[in-house]
T-cell receptor, first 116, second 115 residues
């Protein structure tokens, strides 16, 4: 079975500091990977998605970047955090092998980031 | 373009009563529709989806949803609510115009089941 991990679970960082959040998926190959941000416990904003190693698409211009150095690893980064970067960051994956659940995304446990 | 609307920010229901969480959508072509649930400080959990076939879809934890093409709706239902169903519920539609078949989420409905 597949599992998805995110770390750290919580993070408190000062404004202007760098950021690195990691997401890894086990039990599948060549998944699509996604980073979302959830502000104030409500709607999800898609930040980045990736269809393969080194392939990153950005949905919203911002202070963040993403990388996919390995097939099942997805990293969210920032060189200098802003107060507005605070939120709950969720990683998700999707199978790309038909016919099993071709469109369902499965989410990790999330990282709570507070920028002070 | 695609969009999802969850018209109610908050739904309160008494334990044991039926519950409905509403969702309407707008999408080009055939919709792929999803419901997810989120408990506090947790990731989203997949409940059910409609791709094709029977308009009544059954999912996890006794939830079901009815696809209504004429009303462009996909309401989530459960015959008898439990206190443990209290959570944040998201409706989502698959985007048909991006390379990764991204999901587009509604703003969420907070369900509170009152003992």
């Amino acid at each position: 079975s597949q599992t998805i991990h995110q770390w750290p679970a919580t993070l408190v960082q000062p404004v202007g500091s760098p950021l690195s959040l990691e997401c890894t998926v086990e039990g599948t190959s060549n998944p699509n990977l996604y980073w979302y941000r959830q502000a104030a416990g409500r709607g999800l904003q898609l930040l980045f998605y990736s269809v393969g190693i080194g392939q990153i698409s950005s949905e919203v211009p911002q202070n963040l970047s993403a990388s996919r150095p390995q097939d099942r690893q997805f990293i969210l980064s920032s060189k200098k955090l802003l107060l507005s970067d605070s939120g709950f960051y969720l990683c998700a994956w999707r199978l790309t092998t038909w016919p099993t659940a071709p469109d369902t995304q499965y989410f990790g446990p999330g990282t709570r980031l507070t920028v002070l | 373009a695609q969009s999802v609307a969850q018209p109610e920010d908050q739904v309160n229901v008494a334990e044991g009563n039926p519950l409905t969480v509403k969702c309407t959508y707008s999408v080009s072509g055939n919709p792929y529709l999803f419901w997810y649930v989120q408990y506090p400080n947790r990731g989203l959990q997949f409940l059910l989806k409609y791709i094709t076939g029977d308009n009544l879809v059954k999912g996890s934890y006794g939830f079901e949803a009815e696809f209504n093409k004429s009303q462009t709706s996909f309401h989530l239902k459960k015959p008898s609510a439990l206190v443990s169903d209290s959570a944040l519920y998201f409706c989502a539609v698959r985007a048909t115009q991006t390379g990764a078949n991204n999901l587009f989420f509604g703003t969420g409905t907070r369900l509170t089941v009152i003992p």
